[in-house]
């Protein structure tokens, strides 16, 4: 009745922007994102009968409104697939992350999927990570692919047969170095989500992406590096461009998240490195390059006066030992 599950967030590669149906969180179009590790996230649940109701406390604090909604409709779907007697049950839940959050860096996706795979297991559900996977969806699209890790593609459907994350191999998984600049900026995706198609130019990227999703899978398996993650970069550009032309008019970044973007461009063209950037709804950036050059592109993140955190890739959402249980 009781287990604890970890995962790694996502860096958004070809990322989703709006929601065809906010209840179930299915997304317009695919969507394809790298994890990042060792940043997690350690999730415990318990089905608890001395509980008087579900308890959700994320970094020591009780949600509560939307963010505890959110939570309770990933309890509500194990709850339904459950045939044990306990997932009835109040659930305690507690949630720490290891990284900040609310800056861009991917934290619901890694906290819905350490739920989703913490609950199943509590709840005796045999499943799949790709099953498990739709799960976590129900919090985070992004947390669908959080669940699978690697690097992994959320398939847009009407339901859950169709709408779940698969892992794709490559030979990139190695050699991935990520550098994340971190802009402290408090940022709202879900408002992003819920306006994308009010842009002008939300058909506009319809109409590309599915391009891009096609460019990047085959470049994930010929383990074509500047392939990804140009593309990547260019994506970061698009999803910006529709976000900043929705009714709020959202701008996330600040000025050291473009001081970090010229940066890039600079050790790029001036010193032949392989390094692109990216960012998902928020300041922060993440910087991709390869092991082989990641010392010299962390001093130029770092020379933009912020700081730094080196990841590599991140794998699946695991169930951890008893003994790594938060209470």
């Not at 967030?9 to 065809?20: A, C, N, T």
């Not at 847009?156 to 998984?173: F, K, N, Y």
């Not at 109409?207 to 460019?215: F, G, N, S, V, Y």
């Amino acid at each position: 009745m009781k287990a604890t599950a970890t995962a790694h967030p996502i860096q958004g590669l070809v990322k989703y922007h709006g929601m065809r149906d906010e209840q179930l969180r299915l997304p317009y179009h695919d969507s394809i994102s790298v994890c990042t590790a060792p940043s997690h996230t350690t999730t415990t649940v318990e089905f608890d009968p001395d509980l008087d109701s579900d308890t959700f406390v994320v970094g020591g604090e009780q949600l509560d409104a939307h963010e505890a909604d959110r939570v309770a409709n990933v309890v509500a779907r194990v709850r339904d697939l459950a045939d044990a007697d306990h997932a009835e049950y109040p659930v305690r839940l507690e949630s720490e992350n290891s990284f900040p959050s609310n800056v861009g860096l991917g934290s619901s996706s890694s906290g819905f999927a350490a739920a989703a795979m913490a609950l199943s297991e509590a709840a005796d559900l045999d499943l799949t990570r790709p099953e498990i996977s739709t799960i976590a969806r129900r919090g985070s699209s992004s947390a669908a692919r959080a669940v699978t890790g690697g690097f992994s593609d959320l398939h847009a459907g009407l339901d859950d047969e169709d709408c779940r994350s698969e892992r794709l191999d490559s030979p990139l998984e190695d050699d991935l170095r990520i550098v994340a600049g971190l802009v402290p900026a408090y940022k709202e995706t879900e408002h992003a989500h819920r306006e994308a198609a009010d842009s002008h130019m939300f058909e506009a990227r319809l109409a590309h992406i599915h391009d891009q999703l096609a460019e990047v899978r085959n470049a994930l398996r010929e383990g074509d590096f500047r392939r990804v993650f140009e593309t990547a970069e260019h994506d970061s550009l698009s999803l910006a461009a529709t976000t900043m032309t929705g009714p709020a008019g959202w701008v996330y970044w600040k000025p050291d998240t473009i001081e970090i973007f010229d940066a890039v461009r600079d050790l790029r063209e001036a010193e032949d490195v392989p390094v692109y950037f990216s960012t998902d709804t928020g300041a922060s950036v993440y910087v991709n390059t390869t092991a082989e050059h990641v010392d010299r592109v962390e001093e130029v993140v770092a020379d933009c006066g912020v700081e730094t955190m080196v990841w590599e890739v991140g794998g699946p959402a695991e169930v951890r030992p008893e003994s790594d249980a938060l209470f």
